[in-house]
């Protein structure tokens, strides 16, 4: 886990820089799995596994970080019902968070991912 996953749709969460597809596959995100990566705190990343149907969301609330932001880390594994809650191997002041998808939802979802893979 971490890091980056071996077979995944990674984004960084940079509107400026995101790609149309990106936008897409995280508004897809919000409107059928019901999360909303933002409310991550501090938020940097999301990242969906094509091997499995997890979901880790990447942000700037570990290490140290951990006692500023513990109560929006709390509201946010509540909310969600986040699987795990983890700081980076490489970088501790980034956090990630493993929320387990929907097994029928996460499938659409491959298929849609590797359906716009192929039209680009």
């Known amino acids: 886990m971490g890091a980056t996953m071996s077979n995944s ?30 409310d991550c705190p501090r938020v940097r990343s999301w990242e969906i596994s094509l091997d499995e149907p997890r979901l880790e969301i990447r942000g700037r609330f570990g290490g140290g970080n951990r006692e500023e932001y513990e109560d929006e880390i ?24 493993e929320i387990k998808l929907d097994e029928s939802k996460w499938i659409k979802a491959k298929e849609l991912f590797e359906e716009k893979d192929k039209k680009e």
Do not use: H, P, W
């Open 74 to 97: 709390d509201n946010f594994e509540r909310k969600y019902n986040a699987a795990d809650c983890y700081d980076d191997d490489t970088d501790c002041t980034y956090g990630y968070f």
């Open 9 to 38: 749709i990674y984004c960084y969460l940079n509107e400026s820089q995101m790609s149309d597809k990106e936008k897409e596959i995280t508004n897809y995100i919000e409107n059928e799995f019901g999360i909303d990566v933002y």
